[in-house]
C-alpha cells in the first residue's frame, strides 16, 4: 500500500511539476509578447526566459508560436460542453450558452490585471486574431454534437452546426466591442430568438 501511495504521489508531483512549466513558458511569452510586441519576440527568447530549451517549449506548446498566447483550449471547450450539459433546472440551451460566454468575455478583466493589454496584442497582431478565432471555431463540432445529443437530432443536423458556429462568433465580435459581456448578451439574444423559433417542439429541451 505504502508502495501504492509512494507511486500514486510522484506522478501527482510530476504532473504539477509539467503544468508549473506549461505556466512558466506561457507567463513568459506573455510578457515579452506585451513588452516588445508578438513579432519583435522569437521562440528562443522564450525558451530562455522560462529557463527551458527549445525543443521543451515545442514538447508543450507543439501547435507553435501563436499558442503560446491562448492556453486553455481544451478546458474551453470542456467548459463550453458543460455549459450545456449541466444547465440549471429550467434553463434553456440558449440561456445557459448566453451566461456562459457572457461570462468568459468578462471574465478575463477580473482574472487578470494585464487582460485588457492582451486583448489589444491580439486585435493589433493579425496573426493571433486569426489563431484565436480558429481555434474557438474548432469546438464547433463538440457544440454541435452536444446541442444534437440534448434535442434529440442527429449528429450531422445543420441546425445545431449552425447555431453552433454562430454561437461561436459572437466571441469574435464581442473581443472588438469596449464591453465584450453586453455585446455576448446582444449577440446571443439575436441567436436565441431565431434557434426558439425554428427548432420543432419535440417533448425535449430547446
Request: glycine share 6%; proline share 5%; with cysteine.
Amino acid at each position: 500500500m505504502a508502495e501504492t501511495s509512494d507511486h500514486v504521489a510522484a506522478g501527482g508531483r510530476r504532473e504539477r511539476k509539467k503544468a508549473a512549466t506549461r505556466q512558466a513558458i506561457a507567463d513568459t511569452a506573455l510578457r515579452l509578447f506585451l513588452e516588445r510586441g508578438y513579432e519583435q519576440v522569437g521562440v528562443r527568447e522564450i525558451a530562455e526566459g522560462a529557463d527551458v530549451s527549445v525543443s521543451t517549449l515545442f514538447n508543450y506548446f507543439p501547435q507553435g508560436k501563436e499558442a503560446l498566447v491562448f492556453d486553455e483550449d481544451a478546458r474551453n471547450e470542456a467548459a463550453l460542453v458543460r455549459a450545456v450539459t449541466d444547465r440549471p433546472p429550467g434553463w434553456t440551451i440558449p440561456q445557459a450558452l448566453r451566461a456562459h460566454l457572457a461570462g468568459f468575455a468578462d471574465s478575463g478583466r477580473t482574472r487578470d490585471p494585464r487582460f485588457a493589454d492582451f486583448q489589444r496584442l491580439v486585435h493589433e497582431t493579425p496573426a493571433l486574431r486569426e489563431y484565436s478565432r480558429t481555434m474557438w471555431l474548432r469546438h464547433e463540432d463538440a457544440l454541435a454534437r452536444v446541442l444534437a445529443d440534448q434535442t434529440g437530432r442527429p449528429h450531422d443536423d445543420l441546425l445545431c452546426a449552425a447555431y453552433a458556429r454562430f454561437t461561436l462568433e459572437t466571441l469574435a465580435f464581442a473581443g472588438s466591442r469596449p464591453d465584450p459581456a453586453a455585446a455576448v448578451d446582444q449577440a446571443c439574444l439575436l441567436l436565441d430568438q431565431g434557434w426558439t423559433a425554428t427548432l420543432p417542439v419535440r417533448g425535449v429541451p430547446r
